[in-house]
């Protein structure tokens, strides 16, 4: 990453007004964002969601989306106005000096034609080279990209391949025909942490070698600072600054982007070990579980102590979630048993007592589906209060004041709202409510901020953690972010294919020696650190990260 | 390969099925029917000797089972039974030879195979072309204007459309007749002008559906995240809709020509009774209008398989023309 | 010949929309509105004015007498339903404006037709005339109300063959027929609403069952097996001395109930997997709280939509069996039976337009309510999708 500021412009941003259309009005998206890019320079477009950066990186080719419209400003790519140009002038461009790396390479793909087609269509479209020429340059690129087997893989359909694969055969496509500037809209989100790494090793490696400029367009700080020579912060349509990476992560100058900064620093002080001989608050007991005749889990044990918190961490599919089905009733084990303090639940929740019920409560990654969007707030949390405490009138509406204060929502302000007029963060709050109105000793938290902005997130997590000690609550905490779990554990669970790798306090697990799975996981999370991915790759080399790694296991 | 083989047959298998059961339903809702109902449907003139042959024809004494595997022998070999219209008259007027059920239905399924088949040749690619033109300039002048029209068509009843043409195309411009008079050995030609009238009824209704549902496929289908990709590579319009969007766009579109067909089904019949039109669908009001049981049955049965094999053709044909099916893992 | 005419007219517009496009571009400069215009639009735009300027020289004909009327009964329903709309925009509560500066006219237009179909049927006792089977001196008297026609001012729409008068058989069929599907769209959905629930939200067999069975009975098309179980209703109508018509309301009732049990079941299977029931579940609810406090609040947007397209069907079913003679029994007025009483009239329209019009009115007051209640449904579904987003 080297300053690239002297070399000739190659993209100027001016000023560029978007607006949306919402009914029959036209309302402001974007507000006023100018930048520069130069050749072979990398620029990082970071910001919450709704910061309008996917609309900014289209428009900086020159195109909307329906419903999106270009209401001021400039775009102006190596002497050429993109936003006055005419169509064939535009489609000139595109693909062939400025490509798109789209976030779902999966649904991007036309499922329809094999890989290599799709690859040679753009340069053979705009003469750029020969059929033949371009198909043994894709293998080339494969190759580059460290895809398997590189002679034979274009030749699949796109649903044979899998996502990281997917993902890098896309980078690929865009360098067909040798661009001066690609757009990377957020091409790693969907990916598991172990497989983002490796395309972000491909992607910065393909960058670099042919000199491209690119927009590298993502809500994840550490990831951006591994791939940007600059980045620009937005918020809700605004710039809020701008500035080489280095300087950005060291000194940042706006309180928001400090406040972003300083998310990551939240930490809870290490509780001291449980009692030997106390009686865990749940207790899994050589869980085996199975979809049909599927087995999804296999003999997965762990205990959950009382005024603690357990993350249970693995990628998609590792089973965690199906842990938690298993604990509150819904998917009834083939064999293993649930205890709470020492007395076995039934397996079915149908079996189970009222007050059984009341003691494990949960909380759901999706707010917005987790509250029913035609009850306002109060008839929310309330109705467990009643179902539970058999509380009424007044009674009930005290112990909902009470619990709206708990989560620090004024209740006069929102006891009579409805789900649809609150924020995310507001929404989940709600739902940690609902899951204390039942006064229980131990909730399921299912990715709760995983679908929350950062800064949003904390707030949940100190809330969460506030709760806890002062009510003696006991969290299992279902997550694959490890920055949450080094946040709110006291131990962790990590596991693989449905079954338990390793468990121990959390301070042992983050420090070596670890399962090799546990260390892969750990040693895959990004950091804030703009050499983080560099230092790696000369550790490990490239060999022994993300999916290939986790072949060799 | 193998995986789409193993779904046809299984949806085959299914289809089957379903047609089974369906002649069960068919079988049982007649014999829902009152015991006495031979007197009740022949009317105060029936001759003892007709009562006689409609019990011996239905089988009345037998177990239901029995009758059911009879009947259903009988369907497949042909033999759908014989008219009530036909005993009746033969034992009124001492006629000799008598009709069966299937020679009367066999040249009137072909009238109406003709009806539907110059119906789909106008109706298919007129419904495409509009379809895909509306959802080419959705939210335009042209859209909106085929929405509403499309909607009024759907919403009014096939006889309203019958006499409207009626009235435009034979009444007030003498241009084709009003009254679809087939017979055999006629012309094709002249079998055409007098087949266009219905055929233009029930063109106007399924046209409106067929295109609607063509229209929202391929919006649905120009929203997709690969069409935009291909724009953003930079290739030309022309070339996106046909490399792009019709190789994914031909399950929707080969469902949405299968449904209709399926559809035409039961337009045919109030169609064919507003031109006189020697079809299937006339021949089954005027069986129901005289409770002729046997003709009921097997009207109501050849229908019924019509719509399932549509309805099967539409499931598979969008099976084998998905490529992730087709090029399985 | 008429081949080669209409390929001689498709070239002219074709022509014409390239000089119009060459033209708007040389005079416009470089404005993307003509810059970027593809051939496909101008076509269009070319073809509209086409469409336009025969429209009009066909209105200034002698003998267009019923596009005459087609127009200007356009026109008027046009202005009826913008006159509403403004009337709606200013009178009423917030809630109500709003939704009035919201609605398209289209959707207006719907709701003005439904009020007054709603009025004419509830009050048809006092708007007629005559009784609906009221027999009267004068048996087939032209429409019109002009003697010198064969008209009569007291039957401004005539008689029909047996001399009863076809305006006060047409406001009874508001009655009659609307009233009719009304009910029997109510029966429908009160059985494939019950049951479509119950199978989404307890699943299992119950579920299993019902919807293979619902399947058997949608693979039959509803109008033939409406026929074929009609056929079976008429002898025990006889025999039973029930009036037909209840047969084919409970007929028909059943047909349609399975496709609201399809929806019903869908729509009710989408909100059940949602997280809140899961919590509900897990909370010990019992079947009913489920259902009705947090079910069926999240599905009456859908439902109701359904149930204005449900209405249609069940209406234009019942319309067409009685046209086919099988369905709402005489003496009874009802508008399928009198476009099928009435339809001869037709072939007096070149002679005496006014009397073709009967049967047309009989059928046109099927089809304007349909296209009202599909207005209205289009928008509302419209609406729900514009807000999922």
Not at chain 1, 1 to 23: I, N, P, Q, Y
Not at chain 3, 7 to 25: D, H, M, T
Request: charged content about 20%; glycine content about 8%.
């Amino acid at each position: 990453m080297t300053d690239k500021s002297h070399r000739d412009r190659l993209l100027r941003v001016c000023d560029l007004h978007l607006e949306g259309r919402s009914d029959e009005e036209w309302i402001p998206i974007v507000k006023g964002v100018s930048f520069d890019l130069h050749k072979g320079e990398v620029l990082g477009l970071i910001g919450e969601s709704g910061a309008g950066k996917s609309t900014v990186g289209l428009a900086a080719m020159g195109f909307t989306r329906d419903g999106v419209r270009i209401a001021g400003g400039s775009v102006e790519f190596d002497g050429v106005d993109l936003v006055n140009a005419s169509a064939d002038v535009k489609r000139n461009l595109l693909g062939k000096r400025i490509a798109y790396v789209a976030q779902s390479a999966a649904a991007s793909f036309n499922p329809a034609h094999k890989i290599i087609d799709q690859h040679t269509e753009a340069p053979v479209q705009h003469g750029v080279e020969g059929r033949a020429d371009s198909e043994a340059d894709a293998m080339e690129l494969y190759a580059r990209l460290r895809l398997p087997n590189p002679e034979e893989i274009g030749f699949r359909y796109p649903h044979q391949v899998s996502g990281g694969q997917l993902q890098r055969a896309m980078t690929a496509m865009a360098m067909s025909c040798r661009p001066d500037l690609i757009i990377f809209d957020e091409p790693t989100t969907a990916l598991d942490v172990t497989t983002q790494i490796e395309v972000l090793a491909a992607i910065r490696k393909i960058v670099e070698d042919f000199d491209t400029a690119a927009i590298y367009i993502t809500h994840d700080l550490a990831v951006v600072a591994q791939m940007a020579d600059r980045i620009k912060v937005l918020l809700k349509g605004e710039e809020v600054e701008e500035a080489d990476t280095r300087t950005m992560l060291s000194s940042p100058q706006q309180d928001y982007t400090k406040s972003l900064w300083a998310v990551r620093s939240f930490e809870r002080p290490a509780k001291p070990a449980p009692a030997v001989d106390a009686v865990p608050v749940i207790s899994v007991n050589g869980i085996t579980a199975a979809y049909g005749t599927v087995e999804v889990l296999h003999d997965v044990s762990f205990d959950i102590h009382a005024g603690r918190t357990v993350a249970v961490v693995g990628e998609s599919g590792s089973g965690k979630s199906t842990a938690a089905r298993c604990i509150t009733g819904l998917l009834p084990p083939v064999s293993g048993q649930i205890e709470l303090e020492g007395v076995p639940l039934p397996a079915d929740y149908r079996q189970r007592s009222r007050d059984q019920l009341r003691q494990v409560q949960m909380i759901y990654q999706m707010a917005d589906t987790a509250l029913n969007p035609r009850k306002t707030i109060g008839e929310i949390i309330g109705r467990p209060v009643q179902f539970y405490g058999r509380m009424k009138g007044k009674g009930k509406r005290a112990r909902v004041e009470e619990l709206l204060d708990a989560i620090e929502m004024p209740p006069a302000q929102y006891i009579d709202r409805l789900p649809s007029e609150l924020s995310g963060g507001q929404k989940q709050r709600v739902g940690i409510a609902r899951a204390l109105a039942a006064d229980p000793k131990f909730i399921i938290c299912d990715e709760v901020t995983s679908a929350l902005d950062q800064l949003v997130a904390e707030g949940i997590l100190r809330l969460l953690a506030r709760l806890q000690d002062e009510l003696g609550l006991s969290y299992m905490f279902i997550t694959h972010d490890l920055a949450t779990v080094r946040a709110i554990a006291d131990e962790v669970v990590v596991m693989k294919d449905g079954r338990v790798v390793e468990q121990g306090g959390k301070r042992d697990m983050f420090q070596p020696p670890h399962h090799p799975y546990t260390d892969l996981l750990l040693s895959s999370v990004p950091e804030m650190d703009p050499d983080w991915l560099t230092d790696l790759l000369a550790e490990r080399g490239v060999d022994n990260i993300g999916d290939a790694a986790v072949d060799k296991m | 390969m193998g995986s789409v083989g193993k779904i046809i047959l299984q949806r085959l298998a299914l289809g089957l099925l379903t047609l089974l059961v369906v002649s069960i339903v068919i079988f049982t809702a007649v014999n829902m029917l009152p015991g006495d109902f031979a007197e009740a449907i022949l009317g105060q003139g029936a001759t003892p000797e007709a009562v006689a042959a409609i019990r011996r024809d239905l089988g009345l004494d037998q177990n239901p089972v029995m009758r059911y595997f009879d009947w259903l022998g009988g369907v497949l070999r042909g033999d759908l039974g014989t008219s009530f219209a036909q005993l009746n008259f033969q034992a009124n007027m001492g006629a000799t030879s008598l009709q069966t059920v299937a020679s009367q239905i066999a040249p009137r399924f072909s009238n109406t195979m003709f009806l539907a088949g110059v119906t789909a040749a106008i109706a298919v690619p007129v419904s495409l072309a509009l379809g895909i033109l509306a959802a080419l300039y959705r939210n335009s002048a042209f859209d909106k204007g085929a929405n509403i029209f499309t909607l009024s068509s759907i919403s009014s009843p096939e006889f309203f459309l019958a006499y409207v043409l009626i009235l435009f195309l034979a009444v007030l411009n003498p241009i084709l007749p009003s009254l679809s008079n087939i017979y055999e050995g006629m012309g094709f030609a002249e079998r055409l002008e007098r087949t266009l009238l219905p055929a233009l009824t029930l063109t106007l209704v399924v046209t409106a559906h067929m295109m609607r549902m063509t229209r929202a496929a391929i919006i649905q289908l120009l929203a997709s995240p690969y069409i935009e990709m291909a724009r953003l590579k930079g290739i030309s319009p022309m070339r996106v809709i046909v490399r792009h969007a019709l190789p994914n766009a031909l399950a929707p579109i080969v469902n949405v020509i299968a449904l209709n067909l399926a559809y035409l089904i039961t337009g045919v019949v109030v169609v064919e009774v507003v031109f006189v039109y020697p079809g299937i669908g006339q021949l089954f009001v005027d069986a129901v209008k005289i409770r002729d049981i046997p003709m009921v049955q097997a009207c109501c049965l050849i229908f019924a398989t019509a719509y399932i094999l549509l309805n099967l053709t539409a499931d598979i044909l969008s099976i084998v023309s998905n490529p992730r099916l087709r090029h399985p893992k | 010949m008429i081949v080669l005419t209409i390929l001689a007219g498709v070239a002219g517009l074709l022509a014409a929309a390239w000089a119009f496009r060459a033209i708007g571009r040389a005079a416009a400069g470089g404005r993307p509105r003509f810059r970027d215009m593809s051939f496909g639009e101008a076509f269009g735009w070319v073809f509209a004015a086409a469409a336009l300027a025969f429209g009009v020289w066909l209105y200034l004909q002698e003998g267009a007498v019923f596009f005459r009327w087609a127009v200007q009964g356009f026109v008027i329903f046009s202005v009826a339903a913008w006159v509403f709309r403004t009337l709606g925009r200013h009178v009423g509560t917030e809630a109500t404006r709003k939704l009035f500066r919201q609605m398209p006219l289209t959707a207006a237009f719907g709701i003005l037709v439904i009020l007054i179909y709603a009025v004419v049927a509830i009050f048809a006792g006092v708007i007629a005339p005559y009784g609906q089977e009221q027999v009267l001196a004068n048996a087939n008297v032209v429409a019109g109300g002009n003697p010198a026609l064969g008209g009569d001012p007291a039957f401004p729409l005539g008689t029909d063959q047996i001399g009863r008068d076809i305006l006060s058989r047409l406001i009874y069929g508001a009655q009659n027929t609307v009233g009719i599907a009304f009910a029997t769209t109510c029966l429908a959905f009160a059985l494939g609403g019950t049951f479509g629930f119950l199978a989404a939200t307890l699943g299992g067999w119950l579920d299993q069952v019902l919807s293979r069975f619902v399947d058997v009975l949608m693979a039959i098309p509803s109008l033939i097996f409406a026929l074929l179980l009609m056929t079976i209703a008429s002898v025990w109508a006889n025999q039973l001395g029930v009036p037909l018509t209840v047969f084919m309301v409970v007929i028909i009732a059943v047909i349609d109930s399975t496709r609201v049990y399809r929806l019903a079941r869908a729509v009710a299977g989408n909100i059940v997997v949602m997280d809140y029931i899961e919590a509900a579940k897990l909370r010990g609810e019992g079947l009913g709280y489920l259902i009705f406090k947090e079910i069926l609040p999240n599905a009456t947007a859908p439902l109701l939509a359904e149930f204005g397209l449900r209405f249609c069907f069940v209406f234009l079913t019942i319309a067409s069996l009685s046209f086919l003679g099988v369905g709402i029994q005489p003496p009874a007025a009802d508008w399928g039976t009198m476009v099928r009483d009435l339809a001869q009239f037709i072939n007096y329209a070149q002679f005496a337009p006014q009397a073709a019009i009967t049967p047309l009115l009989a059928a046109g007051a099927i089809a304007l309510l349909t296209v009202a209640v599909n207005f209205v449904v289009d928008w509302m579904l419209f609406r729900s999708s514009g807000l999922k987003e």
